[in-house]
């Protein structure tokens, strides 16, 4: 299938955006930070975590969202975040308090695992450390320290529930995990499905916290993480030796089928063409190659249009070098406008595809696109809004994906 | 490509061409079903690790692939592996060639005790608890991959074993993510994304910790001494359900594919159903009316009145909360059928396979349709009043079973059914 320029009813449009990050809430005001002449920076922590630079998230006020403090208390700051964009999104929508719409809202979820509490993971380490068979001696300690209401925080699923018990979508809910990959895949479902016509309104998205010591050992198991100067760039850290910064973010989207927008006069944002994803093994340039020429030719066909490209590498080595092969290999087609997000918001793993998705639609809806972010950006061509953007999100250990976002109208 | 053989909604049929199962009464479906119908139970004392002054010490661990897995993505591999060998077999397809997508689901995936502890021992320094695992992961090249913590892995390397196309999905649904594992290939098959769907589920996630937390939440039956009568489905004295692991795959293919390449068609899929509940967590609505809209759904979606179904292969946890809703919602839709149908819990004796529930208990169902025998309810023996259903208690009964509904209902309001019937 190549790009499908002719509008159609059963094209899927989003209709509603909750976007937050280090830089604050809201898709239109964090398009005006980021299209200003110098786009805005979020601030960095650099000493909590040290050696590691995180981007916190900005100051949320939950309950404007999530206003039962029973409900807030139910959930880590990975579950707020996300159920707090999904509001957001629902509110712009304006389908917030739609019952009879909530209840056919198909909601898609990219997930990670929950958070897990540092404070009982030292009581428990520390008990077991002591003892003969340290392994043996964890029931005791973790029958002491864990509690019930931090089981139902960890659970993947429980993002979803969360949004189905706060903000009532209760059509279907699906919750995909699998890393950067889950997102690009979670909207690649939703757009299929609307395609296709099996539904109309879907709520899709995902959320990081990137103040998390549990995922700070995880990336570093892999060696993946960013240790050096805080305001580096993806470009500049895959040149040395790579490393990811994690960012926090969350990014909903409303995704309804253009008759199902028109017919409750809901304006949209952008179109949502499509999302090409691929995986493979990385050990193997050749199949590599391969997968990064047949992901272009999904991507765009024929067409010769100049591209923008809001790229949402992680700065992790390989995936990094990759995409800028990929590059490369686009910008033997289109004049490329490539805008790294990923240097400014850093990397919100199953977050990513989605915010970056977000910042797309609202550069269509508010007719202006990005300066660039960041000075070693490849192909960074005019400050002109093209036709379309594809909006990239690498995995930082495994996939490849790429959706494609154009005008709505 | 027009197809031939459309449903009720002018979708193209789907085909069962392939079903494989794992659980803790055996590999592959022969010896789960000779079991099965024996009322035989896999629960039994926990041996993996040490339990003592634990409330629960009892599961359906599977014990007897390769000793104690390392972490919960290594059993939870090799079983998915195991079922979908099996389905992939039966099938006629190629193991390293498979012409469609792979949806998978997988349980909770990441850095386990056992590694916590080895980098805490090897840490050097820091002052916080994650600051010495860090210090300690950071210290020597570990045995452990890194895809082994990766949510993706489990699937990346099933879908590399068979040759899926496309990136797999993993997902989570709670314990409905078996069924929308199903769900899933069915919609992608439906609306002509492919011709065929590889749909899998497995759970091989019982440790320490997941014991702990789910007993936590009062959910689990305390009912050590004799572990094999511990889950008692619709019994008055039930009291949580046991905790347990295995993993089922489904072939799914559009009818037209499948009768092209000459393969056995096993079963139809013919509907697929879902409602998410809003109310509470862990509970349902008190009036049942998502679990009511689930099932309102599935038999919209099969085009099948409530007179259709003659066996419901029921999500029959054993907990007194889930039974009772079950049974609520099915007698407000079905009513006055439900006297004649057979409803019975493949959980009385291989547990909660928690991931895998849903996709386990498909390929029962298809099994149920294919031997005409209907698995038994076992440890039924004080019935509650006030669940009046056949549920076949205690003894396996022979049947002619053309039509099944299997539910699957989750924490977090997920609630899935599936409607297969003989092809």
Excluded at chain 1, 85 to 104: N, T
Excluded at chain 1, 373 to 379: E, G, I, K, R, S
């Amino acid at each position: 299938m190549t790009s499908a320029p002719v509008s159609s009813d059963r094209d899927a449009v989003i209709t509603g955006i909750g976007l937050i990050s280090g830089l604050g809430e809201g898709v239109r005001a964090t398009h005006a930070l980021l299209a200003a002449p110098e786009p805005a920076r979020p601030a960095v922590e650099e000493e909590e975590f040290a050696p590691y630079p995180v981007i916190p998230m900005a100051e949320l006020d939950l309950s404007t969202q999530i206003p039962r403090r029973g409900d807030q208390r139910q959930m880590g700051p990975w579950q707020r975040f996300g159920v707090y964009a999904a509001g957001l999104a629902l509110d712009d929508a304006g389908i917030k308090d739609d019952e009879e719409l909530l209840g056919r809202t198909n909601l898609i979820v990219a997930a990670g695992g929950g958070e897990r509490d540092p404070e009982a993971d030292s009581l428990v380490l520390e008990a077991a450390r002591g003892s003969a068979d340290p392994a043996g001696s964890l029931a005791e300690p973790l029958l002491t320290n864990l509690r019930p209401t931090l089981f139902l925080s960890q659970l993947s699923n429980l993002l979803a529930g969360n949004i189905s018990i706060v903000h009532h979508v209760t059509g279907s809910s699906r919750t995909f995990m699998g890393e950067e990959l889950s997102g690009a895949m979670a909207l690649e479902v939703a757009v299929r499905r609307i395609q296709s016509g099996q539904g109309d309104v879907f709520l899709v998205g995902g959320a990081y916290n990137a103040e998390r010591e549990d995922m700070l050992l995880f990336y570093e198991l892999g060696r993946h993480l960013w240790q050096g100067d805080p305001t580096a760039g993806v470009w500049q850290r895959a040149e040395k030796g790579g490393g990811i910064i994690c960012g926090s973010m969350g990014a909903f989207l409303v995704i309804e089928s253009r008759a199902h927008a028109a017919a409750r006069g809901a304006k949209a944002y952008a179109r949502l063409d499509r999302v090409a994803t691929d995986t493979g093994r990385r050990d193997d340039e050749a199949a590599i190659g391969a997968r990064l020429e047949r992901l272009a030719a999904a991507l765009d066909g024929d067409d010769d249009r100049p591209l923008g490209y809001l790229c949402g590498a992680s700065g992790a080595r390989q995936a990094t070098d990759m995409e800028r092969d990929f590059i490369d290999l686009l910008s033997r087609n289109h004049d490329m406008a490539v805008r790294t997000f990923g240097s400014v918001l850093g990397h919100g793993l199953e977050a990513q595809m989605p915010v970056g998705v977000a910042l797309a639609a609202a550069a269509f809806d508010q007719k202006r696109y990005y300066p660039p972010f960041d000075p070693a950006d490849p192909a960074t061509g005019g400050d002109t809004l093209a036709d379309r953007i594809a909006v990239s999100s690498f995995g930082h250990w495994r996939g490849e994906a790429v959706a494609v976002v154009s005008s709505a109208d | 490509m027009t197809s031939s053989h459309r449903d009720h909604l002018g979708r193209p049929v789907i085909a069962v061409t392939g079903h494989g199962v794992v659980t803790s009464l055996g590999i592959g479906k022969d010896d789960n079903w000779k079991a099965l119908t024996a009322g035989q139970s896999g629960i039994h004392a926990i041996t993996r690790f040490a339990t003592e002054g634990l409330g629960t010490r009892i599961a359906g661990t599977v014990d007897f692939l390769n000793g104690t897995p390392e972490t919960a993505a290594d059993l939870s591999y090799d079983m998915a592996e195991l079922a979908a060998a099996e389905a992939v077999g039966e099938a006629g397809l190629p193991r390293g060639r498979f012409p469609g997508p792979l949806f998978m689901a997988v349980p909770p995936v990441e850095i386990e005790w056992p590694q916590r502890l080895a980098f805490d021992a090897a840490a050097a320094e820091g002052q916080t608890c994650y600051g010495r695992l860090i210090s300690g992961a950071k210290a020597q090249n570990w045995p452990w991959p890194y895809d082994r913590f990766v949510f993706a892995g489990v699937a990346e390397r099933t879908a590399e074993t068979f040759g899926t196309q496309g990136v797999p999905i993993s997902l989570s649904t709670a314990c409905a993510s078996g069924a929308t594992a199903v769900q899933l290939g069915v919609e992608a098959i439906r609306r002509g994304d492919c011709e065929a769907a590889l749909c899998i589920g497995t759970d091989g996630s019982i440790n320490t910790e997941s014991l702990i937390r789910f007993s936590l939440l009062s959910a689990l039956s305390t009912k050590n001494d004799l572990p094999e009568e511990a889950a008692k489905p619709f019994s008055k004295n039930r009291d949580g359900f046991v905790m347990a692991e295995g993993a089922g795959a489904l072939v799914l293919e559009s009818l037209d594919h499948a009768l092209a390449r000459g393969a056995d068609v096993l079963a139809i899929l013919a509907g697929i159903g879902e409602r998410a509940d809003d109310f509470h967590r862990t509970r349902s609505k008190p009036d049942g009316s998502a679990v009511i809209g689930a099932i309102r759904n599935v038999l919209d979606d099969a085009g099948l009145g409530t007179d259709a179904i003659d066996y419901v292969n029921a999500h029959g946890t054993s907990t007194p909360e889930n039974d009772k809703m079950e049974h609520l919602a099915l007698d407000h839709v079905f009513g006055d059928e439900l006297p004649k149908m057979a409803v019975s819990s493949n959980k009385s004796m291989i547990g909660h396979t928690l991931t895998a529930a849903g996709a386990v208990e498909a390929v029962f169902s298809i099994q149920t349709m294919r031997r005409g025998r209907i698995p038994p309810t076992i440890n039924y023996a004080e019935p509650d009043p006030e669940i009046a259903m056949d549920v076949v208690p205690n003894k396996a009964r022979d049947a002619d079973v053309t039509s099944v509904m299997s539910n699957s209902f989750g924490f977090g309001g997920q609630n899935v059914c599936l409607i297969m019937t003989a092809p």
